[in-house]
């Protein structure tokens, strides 16, 4: 597999270009960045590593403990332009002065997922979409480990997959593949792939349209050949719309609820899910899936295809499709006080994810929403928050928009500046038998430093509550 990766032509000019060792540079000492910069010194390139902000410890350690030179909180002009080779960190936006440069010069600037595709043989599972793609990447995975499988797990999720190529000798890897990381991958092969959905997210990086958005999704295909499959939802309207414009070398295995496909995966009249590929034949009860709610029954439709495509006994399939632990800050349950559910939905960074998980709540809800507003359109959401939402508290610096989409909708709407106080404020607007959902709909930068830290400071205030 990953032949045209392994014979990059531009990969192999790099190498043979050099006099001594090809000097690659990396933009970003997160995750991603670290990983690779640990790959491209193992590989023999000349690696230095600039971040504009600054570096955790962990990976500051982790680069001086590997003697890989780096600079934190500058980008050095004569240090960076220099690189025969750029890979940017996903969070880096193409239009940051250091990467027009860059292009400007016309040095390739590439992902870490493209870079590290290229010294691994191994088979590639890449899963995309505005929503599910962490659950449904790491239900994939649940059931290809239980199934025996030699398979690592990276992309947006887990050890970057640039640090796994460098350390482990995997078959498969199942890959979370964002929108920004998909931008930056050129000849990298997908074996299968899939696509969850398309929504409106990260407008702000694609000029604020969709269809801009869109095509960077549909880069999870590219490359693809009559051996390789393209999975994705048949009852989502701008998948289909894009499909429309496409042509694709991969065999199609469409999923829906509203419609049966065979190849493919559909809902039949008993509530089962039946999957057929053209050798395999699976079906089981949605009642007997650890995913519920409606949005869960294609993430589990599209793991359950991977799976039949690698021809994967169905017990082994029920056992890991029904045993699965859900992901932390998605739809997580965190505790029951006085008869009051908390959730835990604080990797909803998009308008669409929201309505997922209201769409699954099935009591009154007390709403915190609130951070980075992306250019959301909050109308979608009207007729959850008209049935099912008694009161927004909003967790944010600039709750205005928030104000101005429900303000006739919900009687009562509270800012609050902290976890802390929107756990404290919610707690006493609800009552037993409620639910208090953290599911914000916006990005978290103004007040956390990411996802992971607003869901775990809402975690700990509903702890001391």
Sequence with gaps: ???????????????????GAVRLVILGAGESGVGAAYLAQ???FDVFVSDFGGIADNYKKQLEDWKIPFEEKQHTEELILNAAEVIKSPGIPDKAPMIKKLHEKGTPVVSEI????????????????????????????????????NVGLAG???KSFAYQVATEKFDWYVLELSSFMLDDMFRFKVDI???LNITPDHLDRYD??????????????QNQTAADYFIYCADDPETIKGMKERTFGAQLLP?????????GAYLDSNDNIVIN???EHFTMSIQDLALQGKHNIYNSMASGIVAKVLELRNETMRESMGNFKSIEHRLEFVANISGIRFINDSKATNVNSTWYALESMTSDVVLILGGVDKGNDYSMLNDLVKQKVKAIVCLGKDNKRIHDAFEDMVDIIVNTSSAQEAATVAYHLATKGDTVLLSPACASFDLFKNYEDRGNQFKAAVKEL
């Design 156 to 158: 947006n999720i887990g």
């Design 193 to 195: 792939a899939v696509l």
């Design 1 to 19: 597999m990953n032949d045209n990766n392994n014979k990059d032509a531009n990969q192999k000019h790099l190498l043979q270009g050099a006099g």
């Design 208 to 221: 604020y349209k969709l269809e801009n958005y869109a095509a960077s999704k549909f880069r999870i295909a």
């Design 277 to 279: 590929t053209t050798q």
């Design 42 to 44: 193992q590989q023999g």
């Design 114 to 149: 493209e870079f590290a595709g290229r010294y691994t043989d191994a088979k590639i599972i890449g899963i995309t979409g505005s929503n599910g793609k962490t659950t449904t990447t790491s239900l994939t995975y649940h059931i290809l480990k239980n199934a025996g499988m």
């Design 255 to 263: 999923f829906s609820i509203q419609q049966k496909f065979e190849p």
